[in-house]
C-alpha cells in the first residue's frame, strides 16, 4: 500500500519545520514585545458560529462533520469568530482593550493554488475594545514590525491602506443608492484584477452610471489625504473619515512605520464585515496574493453575541509570506544543531559514553551519540551530520573536546565539561 | 445568538495559553537536546492511512468527513501513521537512525472524561531505523528528561517497562496456543483495572486455564530480571528477551534515568502493533491516566508501505501532565510581562510616546502604551497591569524611567534607553 498527503496540505520534514518554526517564532515574539498575549480556540466549532459571521456563502469553504451525538462541526477556516467566542464568554472580566494574538492552524476547503491551500498557519493580531484609529494604527505597527523583524524593507513591501466608510461616503456623495452600496464596494474590491473594460462592465451592472464610475475612479486614484479634503471640500459626510486617515497616517509616522504604508482607496476589503480602516500588505510588483489583510470589524463581537465594542485586527498567513521571503533571499540557511557528539574511543567506554551524554542533556547542553559502535572517523563524520559544534572523545582515563570548527582539541574530564552554562559556546 | 465551545474542546485564554506553550517549550527543548529533529504533517489525512494502521475499529474514534471531490478524510488521531507516511516517501535520502520529535494537535471522537478529550496536543518521540534496545532506552531517558526538567522526581512519577515478545514468549511456554495470543494479551492489558475475580473470569473466557492464569500471574509479579532468569531458566525462546530487558535497565542507569524507571510486566499496550519493550508513564499513585505510553513497532512502516525497518518511540499527553503537574504544585505562575510601558506627562508629548514605543519595540525590547490619554495613576496601573517593568515617563524635555518594584526612578534621554540591549533587566 502506498500512502499520500491530501493535496493541498504540507508535510513538514525537519528542513521545512525548521524554517516554519523560524516565521512562527518572529510572529510571537514581535506579538509580544508589541504587548500582545496569545490565545488559541479549538480547531474545530460549532458550523453555526462560522456561518452567522460570514453568511451561508462561507460553508463552501468549510470543511465540515457531524459528530456522533448528530451536531454540525466544522474546521475554523479562521479564527476571528473563534475570538469573538471567547471575548464574549468573559466581556465583562477582561480589562480592555484587549490585545491578543495568535498563531492558529486554519483549514478551507478551496482548489489549491500557488499561495493558497487547504491548510495553513494565520497569524491574527487584534485588538478589541478601543474605537480610535491609534488602536489600527499599533495593527499596522505590529505587521511592519514582523515585515521588518524578517528583513523586509519597503522595497520589498507595502502596506496599502483605505477606509470603507470614506469609500461608501463618496459613493453616496457620487449619488450612488444606499442598496447599491454593497454591490459597488464588491466591485471596487475585485477592480485591481480586472481590466478597465471589464470593470466598467461589472460596475455599471451594478448599477453605477458612467459619470458615478469616473468619480469614484478619480477617487480611488487619490494620492494622498490633503489631495483628498481639496477635492471633497464640499462633501460635510467625508471630512470625519479623512480627519480619521490623517490622525492614522500621522500615528503611522510617529511610531515609526510611514515608510512602509501607503494611501490605496482602491483597498476596500471583500468581506462586508468592516467598518473603517481596511489594508492589505502586498509585495511592491504586487505579483503575488496579499500577504496581510485586515482592518476594522466594530459590529462582530455584537453580532456574535455581544455588546456593541469597537474591533480592529489582521491575518497574515505563512504561506504568501514564505514565497515572499524565499523570493527576496530573505530565509535563512537552517539545519540541525547539537552542543555535543559523545563519541567512543573504543567499546569498553559505551558506559562512560551514555553517562556523559545523560549528564549533558541534564545540564541543559544538547548531546547526541551514534547508537552502534564505528571507527572514531564514521562516529566524527555522523557528529558532523549532525550539526555538533564540538565532539567529546570518551577515553577510559577521560574526555577530549574537540571543536569540529577549528579541530582545536584538549583534554578536560566530564565534570569540568559539566561546569559550562547551559548554551555556552566556549571554545576548547 | 449565544455561541459555546465544543464539549471535550478547550478555549486558551492568555492565562492558559502560557501554561501551554510552558510545557509544549519544555517538549521542544527537551527533545532538541536528545538530539531529535522536529516535524509535522497535516491536521487530516486519508481515512485508509489511519484505518490500514489500526484497523476499522479506530474509524469510531475519528472525525472523518468527506471533501467536495467525494474523497474520505480523517482528523488525525495520532500521527504515528503519518510519521510512518512521511518517512517511507523520503526513506531512501533520510540517513538513519531518524530521530524525530511532533508536538501535533489531534483529534478523536471520544466521550469527554477527566484526562481525555476530544482535541489535545501529544508529545511523540520516535526513533526508526535502529533495532536495538539502546534507541527504547534513549526514548525511555527522553521522557525522563521531560519530566525531571519539568520538577517531576521518581516520588511522583514512574516510567512501567514491561516486553511484548516476553510475554508472549511466556504464555507459549506455559501452554497458550498461538490462536489464544492475542486475546490473552487484550486481557493482560485489562488487569490493572480489574478485581482478581473479574480477570480470571475474562481469561479464562480468552482461552486460558487456570493453571495457566496462576503462571502468567506469577511472570507478571516479578520484580527484577535476575528473578525472572532463575524462575524461566529452561526456557530458551525466553533467554534473548531478558537479556534485552536487562541492557535496557543498564542503559537507563548509566544515562542517568534508573531512578525513575521499573520493570512491570502487567505493562503489556492494547495496541496489537508493539513488537518489543513498552511502556508507561504514570503518577506514583496510579490514581491518573497513563501521562505517557509508548514501546518498540517494529512492522508498522513495512504495513504502510515502507520497508522492514526498526521503529520505537513513545507519546505524551498535555492533558494528563496538566492534571498531574497542578496535583503537584509544579505550574508556575505565569503572567502577562513587558518591559517598558510608556506613559504621557501630559497630552502635549503623545507623539512622543508613541515615538518612543515604536523606536523601544524596534529595538527588539517590549513595550506597551495606553490608547487615550489617561492621569499618570491611571497610567502607572495599567503598567502593572500588563506587568510591566518600568515605566518610562516621556515629558517634553527627556524621559523619566522608573523600575516599578523598587520604585528607584531616574531621569534619561531615549537614545539612552535603547542603547541597552534587547532584554536586559537593567535597573534605572
Known amino acids: 500500500m502506498e500512502f499520500q498527503g491530501v493535496k493541498g496540505t504540507r508535510d513538514f520534514y525537519p528542513d521545512d519545520m525548521r524554517v516554519l518554526n523560524w516565521i512562527v517564532e518572529a510572529w510571537r515574539r514581535v506579538s509580544l514585545r508589541n504587548g500582545f498575549e496569545e490565545y488559541d480556540s479549538p480547531i474545530f466549532e460549532y458550523l453555526d458560529l462560522f456561518t452567522a459571521k460570514s453568511g ?46 495568535s498563531v492558529p492552524r486554519l483549514c478551507r476547503a478551496e482548489n489549491p493554488q500557488k499561495g493558497r491551500l487547504r491548510e495553513f498557519f494565520q497569524w491574527n493580531v487584534d485588538v478589541i475594545g478601543a474605537d480610535g484609529v491609534l488602536a489600527d494604527a499599533e495593527c499596522i505597527y505590529v505587521a511592519v514590525d514582523l515585515l521588518r523583524e524578517l528583513g523586509l524593507s519597503p522595497d520589498d513591501v507595502r502596506v496599502r491602506i483605505g477606509s470603507r466608510p470614506l469609500t461608501v461616503a463618496v459613493l453616496r456623495g457620487a449619488g450612488v443608492a444606499p442598496q447599491f452600496t454593497e454591490a459597488a464596494l464588491a466591485v471596487l474590491d475585485k477592480r ?31 494620492a494622498g489625504v490633503d489631495e483628498l479634503r481639496e477635492h471633497f471640500r464640499g462633501l460635510d459626510e467625508v471630512r470625519g473619515h479623512l480627519d480619521d ?82 523570493e527576496k533571499g530573505k530565509l535563512p540557511a537552517l539545519g540541525q544543531q547539537v552542543e555535543y557528539f559523545v ?30 559502535p564505528r571507527s572514531l572517523g564514521k562516529q566524527l563524520k555522523a557528529a558532523n551530520r549532525r550539526g555538533a559544534s564540538r565532539a567529546v572523545i570518551v577515553r577510559a582515563d577521560g574526555v577530549t573536546v574537540k571543536d569540529l570548527a577549528s579541530g582545536l582539541q584538549r583534554d578536560t574530564t566530564l565534570g569540568e565539561l559539566l561546569k559550562a552554562p547551559a548554551g555556552t559556546k566556549h571554545m576548547p
Chains 1, 2 share one sequence.
Open 343 to 372: 563519541i567512543e574511543a573504543d567499546e569498553s567506554s559505551r558506559p562512560a559514553v551514555l553517562e556523559a551524554v545523560g549528564a549533558l542533556r541534564r545540564a541543559g547542553l544538547s548531546a547526541d551519540f551514534n547508537y552502534r
Open 192 to 222: 485591481p484584477k480586472l481590466s478597465q473594460e471589464d470593470f466598467a462592465k461589472l460596475a455599471r451592472e451594478a448599477g453605477l452610471s458612467d459619470v458615478q464610475i469616473e468619480a469614484v475612479g478619480r477617487f480611488q486614484q487619490a
Open 245 to 326: 486617515l490623517a490622525e492614522l497616517f500621522a500615528s503611522l509616522g510617529a511610531l515609526g512605520a510611514g515608510d512602509y504604508c501607503t494611501l490605496d482607496l482602491r483597498v476596500v476589503r471583500g468581506l462586508a464585515y468592516y467598518t473603517g480602516v481596511v489594508y492589505e500588505v502586498f509585495d511592491r510588483s504586487q505579483s503575488l496574493r496579499a500577504v496581510a489583510g485586515g482592518g476594522r470589524y466594530d459590529n462582530l463581537i455584537e453580532v456574535l453575541g455581544g455588546p456593541k465594542v469597537g474591533a480592529t485586527g489582521f491575518g497574515m498567513g505563512d504561506v504568501v509570506l514564505g514565497i515572499l521571503l524565499a
Open 56 to 101: 451561508q456563502e462561507i460553508a463552501g469553504q468549510l470543511f465540515n462533520f457531524v459528530d456522533r451525538g448528530g451536531r454540525q462541526l466544522a474546521l475554523r477556516p479562521e479564527i476571528t469568530p473563534s475570538l469573538a467566542r471567547m471575548v464574549n464568554a468573559k466581556i465583562s472580566s477582561l480589562p480592555r482593550p484587549i490585545k491578543w494574538f
